[in-house]
């Protein structure tokens, strides 16, 4: 099994900044997209930042040029480094890995989609 592990979350004021971690471990061959989702009450899981193998990335509109998504393949880690936090982004975020799962014998197995266990994230004004 490929699980992920998500730290950072936390209660911030509006204005202050928040780093979000999430670690794959397992058995894994490789890893290709990856990305951070948030969830607010009620609502369904929204994507809010993508990277792909390649690095290259997108992100929601309303948090464009304030939430910066990266990540360490060495690690098999992502981040999301988010800024100038307001109160609408108050929500639980969850991170997902798209990869391959590899064999004992290190072969290259069948492909995988992971959750993360999701982090509060409170912004008050």
């Known amino acids: 099994q490929v699980q992920l592990v998500e730290s950072g979350g936390g209660a911030v004021q509006a204005g202050g900044s928040l780093r979000l971690s999430c670690a794959a471990s397992?058995?894994?061959?490789?890893?290709?997209?990856m990305g951070w989702y948030r969830q607010f009450p009620g609502k369904q899981r929204e994507l809010v930042a993508h990277?792909?193998?390649?690095?290259?990335?997108n992100y929601e509109d309303s948090v464009k040029g304030r939430f910066t998504i990266a990540r360490d393949n060495a690690k098999n880690t992502v981040y999301l480094q988010m800024n100038n936090l307001k109160p609408e982004d108050t929500a639980v975020y969850y991170c997902?890995?798209?990869?391959?799962?590899?064999?004992?014998?290190?072969?290259?197995?069948?492909?995988?989609?992971?959750w993360g266990q999701g982090t509060q994230v409170t912004v008050s004004s």
């Open positions: 990277i792909t193998s390649g690095g290259t990335t």
């Open positions: 397992g058995r894994i061959f490789s890893i290709d997209a």
């Open positions: 997902n890995v798209d990869g391959r799962r590899s064999y004992p014998n290190g072969f290259p197995g069948e492909s995988f989609t992971s």
